[in-house]
């Protein structure tokens, strides 16, 4: 199985300030037509899950442009430019090559 | 405006079977692939399986530890997604989200419905 893991577990940020989270697979992600399925999803307090970013940059409709994503291979990245208070969650990658696996998740809270 | 709402979760007892029902709305269900994918209190997500639409074939593929015990079903005349779920272990307590699945993801998620295995 694929293992995703990110990083950090927590992330203290303050408001206006920019933020980074890392996510690793243990394999590549690139698929045999080319694509790299890796998916960023952020799950407000009390909310379901909302998909961010699909196949590494392409930002879902209505996502702010705050929002962006990165990355290639093994190594990927989601950096919120100015994190507002509406960011607080736990936000988590997610690969679509090789069946579908999560990673541990990633909680933005305010400092 | 895609709207997805499961339904059928509540207290079982270990051993004991349930099934999932999702009512989509706002697509052509026929045309999409869908998936289960549930998360226990205060853990992460974790994928349960999928079905394929079935001009592609129907299939259903599950996640490797939950495989024989689950089971994915639609009926596109209900535009309706189900999940069987059998022999449940406590482990199987979790919120149960119905999703579509696009480019290698879940685009659209439901509500989700509570499933509490407890004796």
């Known amino acids: 199985d694929v293992v995703m893991t990110q990083s950090p577990l927590s992330l203290p940020v303050t408001l206006g300030q920019p933020a980074s989270i890392s996510c690793k697979s243990s394999q590549s992600l690139v698929y045999s037509d080319g694509n790299t399925y890796l998916s960023w999803f952020q799950q407000r307090p009390g909310q379901s899950p909302r998909r961010l970013i699909y196949k590494v940059s392409n930002r879902e409709s209505g996502v702010p442009d705050r929002f962006s994503g990165s990355g290639s291979g093994t190594d990927f990245t989601l950096k919120i430019s100015r994190v507002e208070a509406e960011d607080v969650g736990v936000y988590y990658c997610m690969q679509g090559t090789h069946w579908l696996t999560f990673g541990g998740g990633t909680k933005v809270e305010i400092k | 405006e895609v709207q997805l709402v499961e339904s059928g979760g509540g207290l079982v007892k270990p051993g004991g079977s349930l099934r999932l029902s999702c009512a989509a709305s706002?697509?052509?269900?026929?045309?999409?692939?869908m998936s289960w994918v549930r998360q226990a209190p205060g853990r992460g997500l974790e994928w349960v399986g999928r079905?394929?639409?079935?001009?592609?074939?129907?299939?259903?593929d599950y996640a490797a530890p939950l495989k024989g015990r689950f089971s994915i079903s639609r009926d596109d005349s209900k535009n309706t997604l189900y999940l069987q779920m059998n022999s449940l272990k406590t482990e199987d307590t979790a919120v149960y989200y119905c999703?579509?699945?696009?480019?290698?993801?879940?685009?659209?998620w439901g509500q989700g419905t509570l499933v509490t295995v407890s004796s």
């Open positions: 706002g697509f052509t269900f026929s045309n999409a692939w």
């Open positions: 999703t579509t699945e696009r480019d290698g993801g879940f685009d659209s």
């Open positions: 079905i394929q639409r079935k001009t592609d074939g129907g299939t259903t």
